[in-house]
């Protein structure tokens, strides 16, 4: 779900938690270098397919066309890669057309597709897409952010308070905001151990964080991490795209699962309140309180080093 940039950031941010020896930073650094190697880096953007989308399942279609007229309900959807659907094989599969299109169905009205999501996105990069969407504001608006303010070594705080005060503005607006927060990151299997535990920490907490500054405004946050990690790390390689970063048309078919409901009930689709998400990953693997991790890696490598609380 992110760029190959994320594994030699999670060392450096790693880094500033504090207490490591320079040799345990050095095996971090080595392990990202690595995992890079092997991973690498996406060479095609992702699939476009904005337009309206009928009832039936039919779309895209220009705004113009006759059969559009029946007023369709705006849909915008912003983030990162994830939102822009980078790793699926065509335009079919791109998780903004399958929400529209589920969108559709329930609404029994045409629903327009807009997407304002870029590939790399990082929080601060949103009040650009939001001002974009702003221009001609939707009824419905998702977003999904989150990566790769941790690959950016974007702080939880700062980067959970930018998120707010674009889905503030979003809500001024009167748009219906449902933000599908930051995965874990420690599903991506070529980020090797223990590497991968410093990239699950940083991403678990940043979901923790963007929950409470969505709610605090008005939107609907949808904790993908503690929805979707249990089947990406039994099944990585049907979730997972060919780069091994970024979900597959069956991964992000399991996001929709997971985001659709919501989107419904945020819309006014279905009747009563949006349902209560879990508040703590069930599919994390076993994970150490950095502190801990940290005195593991410098005793390996035979460092006394204390470590700073």
């Not at 989308?53 to 912003?78: H, M």
């Not at 919501?262 to 009747?271: N, S």
């Not at 994390?284 to 035979?302: D, F, S, Y």
Request: net charge positive; charged share 20%; glycine share 10%.
């Amino acid at each position: 779900m992110i760029g190959a940039r994320a594994l030699r950031a999670a060392a450096l941010a790693t880094g500033a938690l504090g207490g490591l020896s320079g040799a345990a930073y050095g095996l971090l650094t080595e392990q990202s270098r690595r995992a890079r190697r092997v991973i690498g880096v996406p060479t095609a953007p992702p699939y476009r397919a904005d337009g309206v989308y009928l009832p039936d399942g039919t779309g895209p279609l220009p705004a113009d066309n006759p059969r559009c007229s029946d007023g369709p309900v705006r849909f915008a959807v912003l983030g990162d890669s994830s939102a822009a659907g980078l790793g699926v094989d065509s335009p079919e599969e791109l998780p903004g057309v399958l929400l529209a299109r589920g969108l559709a169905a329930e609404a029994e009205r045409p629903v327009r597709l807009v997407t304002y999501a870029v590939v790399g996105a990082t929080t601060k990069e949103l009040p650009d897409q939001v001002a974009a969407a702003l221009d001609d504001p939707p009824a419905l608006a998702l977003m999904i952010i989150g990566a790769n303010d941790v690959t950016t070594k974007l702080s939880v705080r700062t980067s959970a308070a930018l998120l707010g005060a674009q889905v503030a503005l979003l809500r001024d607006a009167d748009v219906e905001v449902v933000v599908g927060t930051c995965p874990d990151l420690g599903a991506i299997r070529p980020i090797p151990q223990p590497l991968r535990s410093v990239a699950r920490s940083w991403s678990l907490a940043l979901s923790r964080a963007q929950r409470r500054a969505v709610a605090a405004v008005g939107g609907h946050a949808v904790p993908l991490a503690d929805l979707l990690a249990r089947e990406f790390l039994a099944r990585p390689t049907e979730l997972f795209s060919t780069d091994q970063f970024h979900p597959s048309a069956a991964g992000y078919q399991a996001a929709v699962d997971v985001l659709l409901p919501v989107l419904c009930v945020a819309g006014g689709l279905w009747g009563g309140p949006v349902p209560q998400a879990p508040t703590r990953s069930a599919a994390a693997e076993a994970r150490r309180p950095t502190a801990r991790l940290v005195a593991r890696l410098n005793r390996l490598l035979r460092r006394t080093q204390p470590i700073e609380p």
